[in-house]
């Protein structure tokens, strides 16, 4: 019995201070984890302002020497004395693809989440969803190089003269589809950025038409609705904030596609009304001669980069207050 008086005292006086350092130690584990978690997202603006501010040091030479003026000319002659730089022409193909692109790829994609969560049978869900997946994954050299030996070629024998005689004589649309037939063309590039922006849609999509609540759908179809009802009055606009973020998610991947459009858009730094003419981008543009540049040239294909930096963060921010309109509009 002494004995275990005397064990019981011992714990008790040991209680308070094994609290107290397990306490301690709880609360310098947290004060850890949150610091550690800190600096991790700190370092993203850190990150983030140090791209910028590298962009702005390499451009700067171009943008004594050119000022407002580079985003107005078209001529691109690097090898003059003194040399001859301007962004127009990788703007307007930047521009040119990445719209034709998504008009191209926001239909289609959205039609096959459409089929994949209300029409398609349980069998062939699968084999959908795994070749979306697998579009997602391939390498964008590999659809650079499938565009230059097949589509390019396919499109400048059948497809191009087709569309050419189709339109002749068509205002506004004649000047848009004139020929001749290339096999390098912001059209054919276009094909390409949509392909590859197409999973990014249709994955988003799908995933955002599972969270309608099957209560809304059922009730809908209840009262006699068709499929094509549903999707249009329910799961459209239940979904709609989610879709959109998809969308500029997907565009903010097509104006930034480097080495698929370097493949097959010409290069050509210079703009026409056609889109079966060549053309070039920003991103390609860089690709293309950064390696072979210096001094200014260097410097204007930097203030390039900058620029599609500028256009990107535009677009997300736009995206972005879209979306926040959206929200609020959607809880008033």
Same mark, same amino acid.
């Given at each position: 019995m002494a004995d275990m008086a005397v064990q019981s005292t011992g714990m008790e006086a040991a209680g308070p201070y094994d609290r107290a350092r397990?306490?301690?130690?709880?609360?310098?584990?947290?004060?850890?984890?949150?610091?550690?978690?800190?600096?991790?997202?700190?370092?993203?603006?850190?990150? =983030?302002?140090?791209?910028?501010?590298?962009?702005?040091?390499?451009?700067?030479?171009?943008?004594?020497?050119?000022?407002?003026?580079?985003?107005? $000319?078209?001529?691109?002659?690097?090898?003059?004395?003194?040399?001859?730089?301007?962004?127009?022409?990788?703007?307007?193909?930047?521009?040119?693809?990445?719209?034709?692109?998504?008009?191209?790829?926001?239909?289609?994609?959205?039609?096959?989440?459409?089929?994949? $969560?209300?029409?398609?049978?349980?069998?062939?869900?699968?084999?959908?969803?795994?070749?979306?997946?697998?579009?997602?994954?391939?390498?964008?050299?590999?659809?650079?190089?499938?565009?230059?030996?097949?589509?390019?070629?396919?499109?400048?024998?059948?497809?191009?003269?087709?569309? /050419?005689r189709a339109f002749e004589g068509v205002p506004v649309l004649e000047t848009i589809f004139a020929g001749p037939p290339s096999y390098l063309s &912001?059209?054919?590039?276009?094909? /390409?950025?949509?392909?590859?922006?197409?999973?990014?849609?249709?994955?988003?999509?799908?995933?955002?038409?599972?969270?309608?609540?099957?209560? &809304?759908?059922?009730?809908?179809?209840?009262?006699?609705?068709?499929?094509?009802?549903?999707?249009?009055?329910?799961?459209?606009?239940?979904?709609?904030?989610?879709?959109?973020?998809?969308?500029?998610?997907?565009?903010?991947?097509?104006?930034?596609?480097?080495?698929?459009?370097?493949?097959?858009?010409?290069?050509?730094?210079? !703009?026409?009304?056609?889109?079966?003419?060549?053309?070039?981008?920003i991103s390609a543009a860089i690709a293309s001669e950064f390696a072979e540049s210096d001094g200014l040239h260097q410097s204007g294909l930097i =203030? &390039?980069?900058?620029?599609?930096? !500028? =256009?990107?963060?535009?677009?997300? $921010?736009?995206?972005?207050?879209? &979306?926040?309109?959206?929200?609020?509009?959607?809880?008033?």
């Amino acid at each position: 019995m002494a004995d275990m008086a005397v064990q019981s005292t011992g714990m008790e006086a040991a209680g308070p201070y094994d609290r107290a350092r397990a306490l301690g130690a709880f609360k310098a584990g947290d004060t850890a984890f949150y610091w550690t978690t800190r600096a991790c997202a700190i370092s993203v603006l850190l990150i =983030l302002g140090g791209i910028i501010l590298s962009l702005i040091v390499g451009a700067w030479p171009a943008i004594r020497e050119f000022g407002f003026s580079f985003l107005f $000319t078209q001529r691109w002659a690097p090898a003059n004395d003194p040399p001859i730089l301007g962004a127009l022409g990788p703007i307007y193909g930047t521009l040119v693809t990445s719209i034709i692109a998504m008009v191209i790829a926001i239909p289609i994609g959205l039609g096959i989440a459409i089929f994949l $969560t209300e029409l398609c049978p349980n069998w062939l869900r699968r084999p959908i969803g795994l070749a979306v997946e697998l579009l997602a994954g391939i390498p964008s050299i590999i659809y650079g190089m499938w565009g230059f030996f097949v589509l390019g070629p396919f499109m400048a024998n059948y497809m191009q003269p087709y569309m /050419i005689r189709a339109f002749e004589g068509v205002p506004v649309l004649e000047t848009i589809f004139a020929g001749p037939p290339s096999y390098l063309s &912001l059209f054919n590039a276009s094909l /390409i950025l949509a392909i590859m922006v197409l999973p990014f849609i249709t994955a988003i999509s799908v995933d955002v038409f599972k969270t309608v609540p099957p209560v &809304l759908k059922e009730a809908a179809y209840g009262v006699g609705c068709t499929t094509w009802e549903v999707v249009r009055s329910v799961v459209i606009p239940y979904t709609r904030v989610g879709v959109i973020g998809g969308i500029m998610l997907a565009l903010g991947r097509a104006l930034g596609e480097t080495m698929a459009v370097t493949f097959i858009i010409g290069n050509a730094f210079r !703009i026409t009304g056609s889109i079966f003419s060549p053309g070039t981008t920003i991103s390609a543009a860089i690709a293309s001669e950064f390696a072979e540049s210096d001094g200014l040239h260097q410097s204007g294909l930097i =203030l &390039l980069g900058l620029l599609l930096f !500028i =256009l990107t963060f535009l677009v997300l $921010t736009a995206a972005r207050l879209m &979306l926040m309109r959206l929200e609020k509009k959607a809880g008033n």
